[in-house]
């Protein structure tokens, strides 16, 4: 091959040179086969001391890489482990020791399942099926323990690669993340002691601080179901209302803007509010709405509005829930507001 005949070609090179110091040695040989047999001879040696030169050069750089790997797997911020297919570790660097807390010549050979915790068993088992059969990676995470039974949270990357025998062989990445977690904790808590204050100001807030996982559970679940709030809203014309009867101030959803014709941009208080309402209706409305000062009861009323953006008319049926303080003041009106047009059209028609 090509690799070979170059250092062939070097080698007879180097061979010519040298030959005419020994010229004296070839000429007394007694035939032509000898002197053939000894050129052979001096070629292949000279092939194999540069065999030999390239070979320690090739080790000087394999070594120079070593010294590099070494450098990073041993000394890297975060923990590398190797394990077999059962789990039994097999390699692990400086980072993983310290976190797992247990000396290198100990950890070797030790199940990782002993510094998992026993709930979160079922997450590396699970996942590291999945590595095994797909051989595609797997990050997850889970609860551990150190050797001295203290408890960490962990972010695992997991992939596989075949070992010296041909089995797989497991390689893992390992990152504290319990202060990332004890955050997130803090957030939660935080958040839900705020809709306390703001909500739930009469009940205690035993009652309403629940665990961190079931609390993340819980928030998908309230989201999924608040876009399948907005979806029923839109499409049955209905928008949700906050009205501040102390601060003089409404808030409406996107919904609600829409009936209504007004953009950002429109003022929320009171009085703007009620120039929407239609004249005929306007009156009675409000001298509804001002019976509220000592409510006893909730809000349930049906209007004509006169739409800001075309002017168009259009029936509402407003009905909400009056919130008041301990002495029966009523401070809030919250509820929901329908386009009831189609239906009093429709009833009108009936009539007729």
């Known amino acids: ?29 007694s035939s032509e086969s000898a002197r053939e047999m000894l050129h052979e001879l001096r070629v292949h040696q000279i092939e194999l001391e540069l065999q030999n030169e390239e070979l320690r050069r090739r080790q000087a750089e394999l070594e120079v890489l070593q010294d590099r790997y070494f450098s990073l797997y041993e000394f890297a911020p975060v923990g590398y482990c190797s394990m077999s297919a059962k789990g039994l570790i097999l390699k692990a660097n ?54 001295d039974s203290t408890p960490f949270w962990a972010h695992l990357e997991a992939n596989q690669i075949p070992s010296a025998d041909g089995s797989p062989e497991l390689h893992f990445v390992l990152i504290d993340i319990t202060e990332r977690k004890a955050a997130e904790a803090r957030l939660v808590i935080a958040n839900t002691e705020l809709v306390f204050q703001n909500e739930e100001k009469g009940k205690r807030a ?48 996107d919904q609600l803007e829409a009936i209504y014709g007004i953009d950002a941009n429109y003022a929320r208080d009171f009085k703007a509010w009620t120039r929407l309402v239609h004249p005929d209706d306007r009156r009675a409305l409000i001298a509804y709405c001002l019976d509220f000062s000592d409510a006893k009861s909730d809000f349930d009323r049906v209007f004509r509005i ?35 047009t189609a239906r009093r059209e429709a009833e009108d028609e009936v009539r007729k």
């Not at 090509?2 to 010519?16: F, G, N, V, W, Y």
């Not at 020791?97 to 399942?113: D, F, P, Y």
């Not at 709930?119 to 797997?138: A, C, I, M, T």
């Not at 559970?217 to 928008?239: C, F, K, N, W, Y």
């Open 1 to 29: 091959n090509s690799p070979s005949r170059a250092l062939r070609e070097r080698a007879e090179a180097i061979d010519e040179k040298s030959a005419a110091k020994s010229d004296e040695n070839i000429e007394s040989l």
């Open 94 to 147: 400086l980072a993983a020791t310290t976190m797992l807390g247990v000396a290198r010549v100990k950890l070797v050979g030790e199940r990782i399942s002993r510094f998992i915790r026993r709930e979160d068993q079922d997450v590396f088992y699970k996942n590291r099926k999945l590595l095994l059969d797909s051989g595609e990676p797997q990050t997850f995470e889970l609860r551990m323990v150190r050797h």
């Open 306 to 340: 006169i739409r800001a953006n075309d002017g168009a008319v259009r029936w509402i049926h407003g009905v909400g829930k009056v919130l008041c303080d301990a002495s029966g003041k009523a401070q809030r009106i919250v509820g929901t507001a329908q386009d009831i």
């Open 206 to 253: 035993a009652d309403l601080v629940i665990a961190y996982e079931e609390l993340a559970r819980r928030t998908e679940a309230l989201r999924q179901s608040d876009q399948s709030l907005r979806e029923a809203q839109m499409i049955g014309g209905v928008g949700s209302f906050d009205i501040d009867v102390l601060k003089d101030r409404w808030t409406g959803t």
